[in-house]
């Protein structure tokens, strides 16, 4: 079982970056999907990010295409998610999510494992 702990978030203004990172262990990352969702309180879950084992295939929300990047390095065990242009509607708690499936996920339910999750507050 994959154990992941997501580091990076914080306070940063308008227009500005973070670079998240999800860290594995207990399990080789390179075995699994991996993505990135985020959560404000009352609200569910919500797709951010997603690649795929090799990295080869990703796949983005429509509300963050163009401004985040996920990467991996499968050496490092590490997922990102780097984040530009950033808008207040982006504070959220971010988690990421490790997944078996055959496809790439897209939805919460596909997803196996989570981290804690990072707090990430986009405010002047």
């Known amino acids: 079982q994959v154990h992941l702990v997501e580091s990076g978030g914080g306070l940063v203004q308008p227009g500005g970056s973070l670079t998240l990172s999800c860290a594995a262990s207990?399990?080789?990352?390179?075995?699994?999907?991996m993505g990135w969702f985020r959560q404000v309180p009352g609200e569910d879950r919500v797709f951010v990010a997603a690649?795929?084992?090799?990295?080869?295939?990703?796949s983005y929300a429509n509300f963050v295409k163009g401004r985040f990047v996920i990467s991996r390095d499968n050496a490092k065990n590490t997922v990102y998610l780097r984040m530009n242009s950033l808008e207040p509607d982006d504070t959220a708690a971010y988690y990421c999510?490790?997944?078996?499936?055959?496809?790439?996920?897209?939805?919460?339910?596909?997803?196996?494992?989570w981290g804690q999750g990072t707090q990430v507050t986009v405010s002047s």
């Open positions: 207990g399990g080789t990352v390179s075995n699994y999907d």
């Open positions: 690649i795929s084992r090799s990295g080869g295939t990703t």
């Open positions: 999510g490790a997944s078996e499936g055959p496809l790439l996920g897209l939805e919460v339910e596909e997803y196996a494992y």
